[in-house]
């Protein structure tokens, strides 16, 4: 797969829980808004946005920085898992699907500079409902630097915190 050569605007991502696709430029998921990644009430989060593609993947573009390091000048693993694992969700958001995270696999092919952008990009495998399959990778200057498989559990119960500030 590779990197759509499209313009790129970022926005929210949208979710129902009613199985209809809902359009990508409405407000992020009710239950999704604190998400270290992508939440937008989140003030330590990245604050991460996706948009849908016309092929139905998503893509997000992160700019990275020195605070995200492992080694010097190297984006640390866990960063990098981090990123993946929110595409692949957002990816069930922008299809009308809410699931949380029940396997995922990875490997790490190239090293990631810290301090320079990537864009993640994540797609549906396959789905037989309460399971999802998806596929995500993380590019940096074109080449894929690290892929991801998930398997999803659905979760369309979940709901806003009430103690959530």
Known sequence: MTISTEPWYPVK?????????????EVGHHAHARCVLCGQKNPWGFNLKFRRCVDGAVEGRYQGNGYCEGYANMMHGGIIAMLLDGAMTNCLFTHGRTGVTARMELAFRHPVRSGDGVTVRAWIEWENHPVYQLRAQLLQDGQVKATAKGMFMDRSDLSPSENAP
């Open 13 to 25: 991502t949208s979710v129902t829980t009613d199985r209809r696709q809902s359009s990508v430029s």
